[in-house]
């Protein structure tokens, strides 16, 4: 008999995850692109300190990416195709860029690691923003036909495609965003979690995305019946103190819990952990002073991912779970293996205790462009900003080599 706690189950996804806008570069068509170049007009002060320019240049060095992740054990990877690049206009598809991606599809496999396809990491085109983003009248059937165009890419060796990445994060930071491009808004988006929390998303946003996801999943379906579809939400720990606990609910019901529920019919569930937070009876506490933090402001608790698996399997009952991000954004890579095997031991505990969990994706491959910023380093490799030369971190080898051996990595 093995044991759960020491060997990965047989089929256990094991992976890094990236995102297209984040690693790619030069992504001009998207609406981030042109958010960034407004916010740099305005000057400093708002939540863009620099452009995401080439990042990390794997638009071209993706090959070179997939050799290293393979060489340190991963079996699987997660990454996403930029709509932009597929659909540089309305309803104009090009050919070049789903071949890019289906070559990516197949580079997978070649390298032996299973793909997971995001169709939407945040970004969108800039024409699609232009019509009112997700509030655009028309903006379920715009991405369903983007998921039906983009067919060719998953139709093949695909088994997990996301439809969305963090529906959540994007309901409630959208309207920031707007405000960010109309040059009034007030505080950092990455940030803002470890400060005053999300703001509490607009319901009809909510109900916008969730009518896109199950549209996708239906266009997907119809082309390509056996992937298995589903999206990854914005899952951090929630925790109350006594006599909070309604308190507590309230906060995570429009944040976290309706999104998690709206998965119920689902193939998987993604799980996306980093940190927790603490719900008094006055509202959402400040990270304690003598907390660790990581770089972007959260405070180190490990323990979260553990949590927020128990949780999410409470409201989404029987729907297989697939930690699709998980990471901490540290410049001193022993605290990256402490954080990681900390989430670890707590996700395996939860696997334990009967929770049905598919896979691990660590948050992130590379150091990338964190939505504003090169500052919060979350990557297993470094990359030379001028160069783009990659540079494992020990943290690489020691998670990988997890994947290759099938056992839970310790510290
Ligand atoms: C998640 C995003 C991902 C990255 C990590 C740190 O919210 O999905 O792109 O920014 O946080």
Not at 24 to 43: F, I, M, R, V, Y
Not at 146 to 167: K, M, Q, R, S, W
Not at 239 to 250: K, V
Request: include cysteine; aromatic fraction near 10%.
């Amino acid at each position: 008999m093995t044991d759960p706690r020491t060997t990965l189950p047989e089929g256990f996804l094991w992976g890094a995850s990236t995102a297209a806008h984040q690693t790619e570069g030069a992504n001009h068509n998207s609406d981030w692109w042109e958010l960034e170049h407004l916010a740099l007009e305005q000057g400093p002060g708002g939540h863009i300190e620099e452009p995401s320019g080439d990042a990390c240049d794997s638009f071209h060095r993706w090959p070179e990416d997939m050799d290293l992740l393979a060489g340190f054990g991963f079996t699987d990877y997660r990454f996403s195709m930029e709509w932009a690049r597929i659909e540089p206009a309305p309803g104009e598809i090009s050919r070049a860029a789903i071949d890019h991606y289906r070559r990516m599809v197949e580079g997978a496999h070649q390298r032996g690691l299973r793909p997971l396809v995001t169709l939407n990491h945040f970004t969108t085109p800039r024409w699609f923003a232009a019509r009112g983003s997700w509030y655009g009248e028309d903006a379920a059937d715009r991405f369903a036909r983007f998921a039906e165009a983009a067919a060719p890419v998953y139709a093949d060796g695909v088994d997990h495609l996301c439809t969305i990445n963090e529906p959540n994060m994007v309901a409630a930071l959208l309207p920031v965003l707007a405000q960010a491009a109309a040059g009034t808004e007030a505080g950092g988006a990455t940030e803002q979690l470890a400060t005053t929390g999300i703001p509490e998303p607009d319901p009809h946003l909510t109900e916008a995305l969730t009518r896109a996801h199950r549209r996708a999943v239906e266009a997907v379906k119809s082309h390509v019946p056996h992937v298995r579809t589903g999206w990854s939400v914005s899952v951090q720990a929630c925790q109350a103190l006594e006599g909070a606990e309604a308190a507590a609910d309230a906060y995570s019901r429009p944040r976290q819990d309706v999104f998690l529920e709206a998965a119920r019919d689902d193939d998987w569930l993604g799980v996306q952990t980093y940190t927790r937070i603490v719900v008094g009876p006055d509202g959402l506490l400040p990270v304690p002073d003598d907390a660790e933090r990581t770089l972007t402001g959260w405070e180190f608790y490990p323990e979260a991912l553990g949590e927020a698996v128990r949780r999410t399997a409470e409201l989404a009952p029987g729907v297989p779970l697939v930690v699709t991000e998980n990471g901490i954004a540290t410049g001193d890579d022993t605290r990256r293996v402490a954080y990681t095997s900390g989430a670890l031991a707590g996700l395996a505990d939860a696997m334990a205790d009967g929770i049905d969990v598919r896979g691990y994706f660590h948050w992130t491959a590379l150091d990338n462009y964190e939505w504003g910023s090169y500052r919060p380093t979350f990557g297993l490799i470094a990359v030379d900003r001028t160069t783009f030369a990659r540079t494992p971190k020990p943290s690489a080898g020691w998670l990988g080599a997890a994947g290759r051996d099938r056992r839970w990595p310790t510290a």
